[in-house]
């Protein structure tokens, strides 16, 4: 049977200036293998970064990826434990690989209860990146969308000041950047948890059965030519558009 050649990313395809990743699927993928969850927990770190890499070769110039929720904090002590272990051992490395190239790393959300050493190595990332712009990774860590709105609120209320969509937005902790084009989310699922609500409302969503560690390069280029095929209308007619 004659092989169907796989599509590919050329000079006319649309590229996504901010991809948000729901990388969902590590602790499955490793119990199917019969492997301990926090092994799965590495090899989706090693896959993230390969990910970065590759979007940002691509031409993305913004990349959110959704680590850890809120709600996540109530797993088991042991596998949290394991996810912090893997910050301390690999993470400066790994999230090196990519900011050296330029690119700015920024942690959204509330990292307080996490352990102190923890804490540090995620700012010390974030202060050794300060100066670059234009491209830049946001971390979610102890993120959750609906607890950012209400910071967001508090924030305007002690301003004491009316807010408009667009000043409502730079209060987040995404403000200044792209509204995200595509929401991609692995391993089966189909639902957004909690991730990036409010900047959400025009992302292109794509989900896929891979388990995160399987969303190789080419998944990734998948999902990006399927979003180089939709209509982004904004409300718009396909008249107004053309």
Not at 188 to 211: G, H, I, P, W
Request: aromatic share 10%; net charge positive; proline share 3%.
């Amino acid at each position: 049977m004659r092989k169907t050649k796989r599509a590919e990313i050329t000079k006319d395809t649309k590229i996504p200036r901010h991809i948000a990743v729901i990388m969902d699927g590590n602790g499955r993928w490793a119990k199917k293998r019969l492997l301990p969850r926090s092994l799965g927990h590495k090899e989706g770190m090693e896959r993230m970064v390969g990910m970065m890499e590759h979007a940002f070769d691509l031409g993305v110039e913004y990349m959110t990826v959704y680590a850890l929720s809120t709600e996540n904090l109530n797993r088991p002590k042991e596998e949290l434990e394991g996810l912090y272990n893997l910050v301390r051992k690999y993470f400066k490395v790994y999230i090196g690989r990519v900011c050296e190239k330029g690119v700015r790393f920024k942690v959204i959300g509330d990292i307080t209860p996490l352990p102190v050493d923890v804490q540090g190595i995620l700012r010390e990332a974030e202060k050794e990146t300060l100066q670059y712009q234009g491209k830049g990774i946001n971390f979610a860590m102890c993120y959750g969308s609906r607890a950012e709105i209400v910071r967001a609120v508090n924030i305007a209320v002690a301003e004491g000041k009316k807010v408009t969509e667009e000043s409502f937005a730079s209060l987040l902790y995404t403000g200044g950047q792209p509204e995200p084009d595509l929401i991609i989310r692995t391993g089966k699922e189909v639902r957004l948890s909690n991730f990036l609500l409010y900047q959400a409302a025009y992302a292109e969503l794509y989900f896929t059965d891979k388990m995160f560690p399987e969303f190789s390069d080419e998944e990734l280029d998948k999902a990006v030519l399927e979003f180089s095929k939709r209509t982004r209308r904004f409300g718009k007619t396909d008249e107004q558009l053309q």
